[in-house]
């Protein structure tokens, strides 16, 4: 499975803009780019994903980089509510499984 | 409501006595799977069902069973729990199985936490 690097950590404020990024230096011309979060005490809950353009939805927004081997995930306005860990998974093929790393501890302070 | 169920929430038991953790989702998913998270080792896939009587295994299997009897369940099942099986225990399904899309989203349930004494 091709391996994706993100920062152990990361802090915000309430309210502002917050930037997570992934790298994906090997990643295949067919794997897409999946986002799952963990809020504390929950199970992991899906994101946002994508190929090759840049994606919106209700929770976040996900932009790709021209080369595809980064990404980052963009919440537009923090709340206390998107204190989580944040995982980028790559998915392609055959690949039934979601391989989790370690991810991204995102702290929000209000 | 769309979701995946498990039971029960927490549970603690001892060494050697035969458990079972249900998971039901009812969203008419043909995949299913079991994870377990550690400290330390993030979350490891442990089984996964790909249709009814269709079952696999994940990258942890040992000390655990599975079925797949109808659609809405898969139930995990402990024969002999030992004190390593203590973990934090995670179902989830996804609408794909053998005509697997990369697109496809798997969606969790709330967790059981065992505790094996």
């Known amino acids: 499975d091709a391996k994706t690097t993100q920062p152990n950590s990361m802090e915000s404020n309430e309210e502002e803009p917050v930037h997570l990024p992934c790298n994906h230096s090997t990643i295949s011309g067919t794997d897409y780019i999946h986002w799952y979060r963990q809020l504390p005490s929950q199970g992991p809950e899906y994101v946002i994903h994508?190929?090759?353009s840049n994606v919106n939805n209700r929770m976040a927004s996900l932009a790709i980089a021209e080369d595809r081997k980064s990404s980052t995930l963009i919440l537009h306005r923090a709340t206390l509510r998107d204190a989580a860990v944040y995982y980028c998974i790559l998915r392609g093929g055959s690949n039934y499984k979601l391989t989790f790393g370690k991810g991204t501890l995102l702290t929000v302070n209000p | 409501e769309a979701q995946v169920t498990q039971n029960p929430r927490y549970l603690i038991t001892v060494t050697g006595k035969k458990l079972t953790v249900t998971c039901s989702q009812n969203m008419n998913h043909e995949y299913m799977s079991w994870y377990r998270q550690d400290p330390g080792l993030g979350l490891r896939q442990i089984y996964y069902s790909m249709n009814v009587e269709v079952t696999d295994k994940g990258d942890v299997p040992e000390g655990y069973k599975v079925s797949r009897k109808e659609k809405r369940n898969f139930p995990l099942i402990l024969e002999s729990p030992s004190p390593n099986q203590t973990s934090l225990y995670f179902c989830a399904s996804s609408p794909s199985g053998l005509a697997f899309s990369s697109t496809d989203t798997q969606y969790f349930g709330p967790g059981t936490r065992l505790t094996v004494l």
């Open positions: 994508g190929l090759t």
